[in-house]
Each structure stands twice: as structure tokens, then as C-alpha cells.
């Protein structure tokens, strides 16, 4: 066991996780009896071939998609036991998820969008926690612009400056880089490591760029539904190495 998993408990926590769909075969769920701790306050990279089953594996931990079998724990709080209303508490209240394709909508400035989820919820938002959420992704200046007049780097920051107008614990990244040109996915990347870093929050990212993996402190390799091994302290040159163990 490493120093970080000894010091950081787990923040959130797959027990046996099984989950198939209709028509996938019984003896082959798309994730397959899967155990796994995310520590707190660290940024755990989730990698492997595309339809290894990484999205569902973020869907079912972040309790947007519940397991066949198999518990989620948030802390203490056991998602499988929870109800869809206390479930939706839970994904306002805790957990924060960024898409890949950003999901703004196109005729709100990056103000609106950010403000939009606690607008939708009955909410006063105030104007001064919009603009330090942008502050904090470097975009108070881009505040009046519509989606179309941003970069997709700078529409990714917006997604994220949305995510943390909810203060979540946890915040899921699904494939967030993978519609950005190289510089802007680092960016978005470092942008992450300071939500571990700078706030204390806990991050799970899913990439297919080595580099972008080597941000994280620990990086976990799905293959067919199942953790085939982890690199702790990864660098580019050590995730590489292990991707090409099932990629040759
Ligand atoms: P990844 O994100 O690693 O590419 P996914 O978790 O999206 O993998 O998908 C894993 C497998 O599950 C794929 O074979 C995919 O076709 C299948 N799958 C995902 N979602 C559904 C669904 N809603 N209905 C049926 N099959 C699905
Ligand atoms: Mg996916």
C-alpha cells in the first residue's frame, strides 16, 4: 500500500460492483464484480480501451446509473440503499460531473450556464458567486459570452465553474479533454489538480492521454468491466509502459 491510500481514506467506495444491460450476456456485465476506493482529497485517473466500461463505472459511482449488484458508498452513505429523492440531494449536494462534450446550452451566456443549475432549483444566485466561480476557472473576463464565442478549452472551464457552484466533495470527469486540442486539455487538467490541490476536493478523471494521467496521484487501468492494475506516482512513461501491455 502506498502513503496516499494509507492516509486518505476512501472517499468514495465500489463493493463488488456488477452491472450488464439488456442484452448484454448474463456471464459478461459490462462491469464485472469491480472493488475500488477513490481517496479523499486525491485525483485517481481512470483509463482503458473505449467500451471497457469506464463511463458506467463513473455513472454507477457518482449515482447517475445504479449497479446490479454490489454497493457504492460515499463516505458513510450507501448510494444503493438510497431512494431516487435522497439520490438527487446527494448528486446536487456532493458530487460535481463534467462531460466531455461540456453540455452548455448554446443561447446562455457562460454567466447563465453557470448559474443556470441553482436557477432550475428555485435558488437566488448571486451575482458575486457566479463571477468568483469564473474567477476561479481564469474566465471572469469571458462572463457575456456565449458558448460559441469561447474555445473548447474555455467552454470545458465553464462546465467546470457550473460544477462548483455546487461545492461537491467528489467531482467526476468523464473523458473532459477528449474534444480539446492538447494545450487546453492540459489546462482543464491542471484545473483539476488544483480542485485537489487548492480545495481539498476529491477527483476522478477519465482520459486516454498518458499525460494527462500522469496529473493524477494514482491511475486505474479498466479492461473488459474489470481493474486490471494500478500505477501510483504515475509519470507519462509509466502509463504508456502498462498501456501497451494490452494494446500490442
Ligand atoms: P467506455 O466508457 O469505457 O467506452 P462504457 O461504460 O460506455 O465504456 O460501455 C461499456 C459497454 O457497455 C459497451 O460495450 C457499451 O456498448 C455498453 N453500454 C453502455 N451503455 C449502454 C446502454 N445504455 N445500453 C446498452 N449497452 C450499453
Ligand atoms: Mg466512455
Not at 472493488?35 to 459511482?61: D, I, N, Q, W, Y
Amino acid at each position: 500500500m502506498s502513503l496516499l491510500t494509507d492516509i486518505h481514506l476512501p472517499a468514495v467506495q465500489l463493493v463488488s460492483v456488477t452491472k450488464g444491460y439488456p442484452g448484454a450476456p448474463a456471464d459478461a456485465p459490462v462491469l464485472n464484480d469491480v472493488t475500488l476506493g477513490f481517496p479523499e482529497r486525491a485525483m485517481t485517473a481512470v483509463m482503458g480501451p473505449s467500451g471497457s466500461g469506464k463511463t458506467t463505472l463513473l455513472h454507477c459511482a457518482a449515482g447517475l446509473d445504479r449497479p446490479d449488484s454490489g454497493r457504492v458508498y460515499l463516505g458513510d452513505t450507501d448510494l444503493t440503499e438510497c431512494d431516487e429523492d435522497a439520490m438527487t440531494q446527494l448528486r446536487r449536494g456532493r458530487i460535481g460531473f463534467v462531460f466531455q462534450q461540456f453540455n452548455l446550452l448554446p443561447m446562455l451566456t457562460a454567466y447563465e450556464n453557470v448559474a443556470l443549475p441553482l436557477r432550475l432549483r428555485g435558488l437566488r444566485v448571486g451575482g458575486s458567486a457566479v463571477r468568483e466561480a469564473l474567477r476561479r476557472v481564469g474566465l471572469e473576463d469571458r462572463a457575456d459570452h456565449l458558448p460559441a464565442q469561447l474555445s473548447g478549452g474555455q467552454q470545458q472551464r465553464v462546465a467546470i465553474a457550473r460544477t462548483l457552484m455546487g461545492e461537491p466533495e467528489i467531482v467526476y470527469a468523464d473523458e473532459p479533454t477528449g474534444s480539446l486540442d492538447r494545450a487546453s486539455g492540459r489546462q482543464v487538467m491542471r484545473l483539476l489538480r488544483d480542485l485537489v490541490d487548492v480545495e481539498g476536493r476529491t477527483v476522478v478523471v477519465v482520459t486516454h492521454d498518458p499525460v494527462a494521467a500522469a496529473v493524477a496521484d494514482r491511475v486505474v487501468f479498466l479492461v473488459d468491466g474489470g481493474i486490471r492494475g494500478m500505477v501510483e506516482e504515475p509519470t507519462p512513461e509509466k502509463v504508456a509502459a502498462r498501456l501497451s501491455t494490452w494494446e500490442a
